[in-house]
C-alpha cells in the first residue's frame, strides 16, 4: 500500500503565496513522475505541473512563470510553491505519483487540499 499525504492549502488573498507538499509512504521501490493537478468547481480535472526524475519540468500555460514544482527524492516528497496567486487558482489540489511497487508502475492520487484565493 502506498499513501499520499498533503498538506499545506488554506485561505490566501489574491497576490499572496502558498506552499502545497506531499509526501509519500509505504511500500515504494522507486518514484518515477510526481505532479499537482486541480479541480475547480464545475471544471475537469486539469494538470498544474509535474516533475520527472531527472528533474524535468511541465506546466499548465496559466501558470507558467507563478508556481514552481520541485521534488526531494529522499523525503519522497513533492512540493508546489504557489506565487501571485489569482482568485482563477482556486480548486482543490492533488498530488500524483507515480510509483514502481513490486515490479510494477502505479499511479496514486492524493486526498486533495483545497485553494482559495479571495480577498
Known amino acids: 500500500q502506498v499513501q499520499l499525504m498533503e498538506s499545506g492549502g488554506g485561505l490566501v488573498r489574491p497576490g499572496g503565496s502558498l506552499r502545497l507538499s506531499c509526501a509519500a509512504s509505504g511500500n515504494i521501490f522507486s518514484i518515477n513522475t510526481m505532479g499537482w493537478y486541480r479541480q475547480a468547481p464545475g471544471k475537469e480535472r486539469e494538470l498544474v505541473a509535474s516533475?520527472?526524475?531527472?528533474?524535468?519540468?511541465n506546466y499548465a500555460d496559466s501558470v507558467k512563470g507563478r508556481f514552481t514544482i520541485s521534488r526531494d527524492n529522499a523525503k519522497k516528497t513533492v512540493y508546489l510553491r504557489m506565487n501571485s496567486l489569482k482568485p482563477e487558482d482556486t480548486a482543490v489540489y492533488y498530488c500524483?505519483?507515480?510509483?514502481?511497487?513490486?515490479?510494477?508502475?502505479?499511479?496514486?492520487w492524493g486526498q486533495g487540499t483545497r485553494v482559495t484565493v479571495s480577498s
Open positions: 516533475i520527472n526524475t531527472g528533474g524535468s519540468t
Open positions: 500524483n505519483v507515480t510509483c514502481l511497487v513490486v515490479g510494477t508502475y502505479y499511479d496514486y
